[in-house]
Nanobody, 124 residues
Framework: QLQLVESGGGVVQAGGSLRLSCAASGRTFSNLAMKWFRQAPGPGKEREFVASISWTRGTIFYANSVKGRFTISRDVTEKLIYLQMNSLKPEDTAVYYC???????????????WGQGTQVTVSS
């Protein structure tokens, strides 16, 4: 089993920054890709892919909406995954989830392991 625990959410003004963390534990990670998804408030809003990083090689992908503003990284020793979010916009407001999937899955596909989520609110 794999456990994922997010932290670092909060309220920030537009243009500001936040760094989210995801602590992973419980199994080996060498064949996993670690990902961030988010779900905006409101009816009909689906959980959407934000960024991914493969645990072993560090291969990175971003959604177009965050490219150039967000940076995903990992600390292999501490088993932490980070999402540095800069130049935040009100439309970035969402619950952000950490996710893990087999590295063979598409970079934007969600795996079976989820954290509980952390709220990010960007005020205008």
């Amino acid at each position: 089993q794999l456990q994922l625990v997010e932290s670092g959410g909060g309220v920030v003004q537009a243009g500001g920054s936040l760094r989210l963390s995801c602590a992973a534990s419980g199994r080996t990670f060498s064949n996993l890709a670690m990902k961030w998804f988010r779900q905006a408030p409101g009816p009909g809003k689906e959980r959407e892919f934000v960024a991914s990083i493969s645990w072993t090689r560090g291969t990175i992908f971003y959604a177009n909406s965050v490219k150039g503003r967000f940076t995903i990284s990992r600390d292999v020793t501490e088993k932490l995954i980070y999402l540095q979010m800069n130049s935040l916009k009100p439309e970035d407001t969402a619950v952000y989830y950490c996710n893990a999937s087999p590295v063979t899955m598409s970079y934007s596909a969600a795996g079976d392991y989820w954290g509980q989520g952390t709220q990010v609110t960007v005020s205008s």
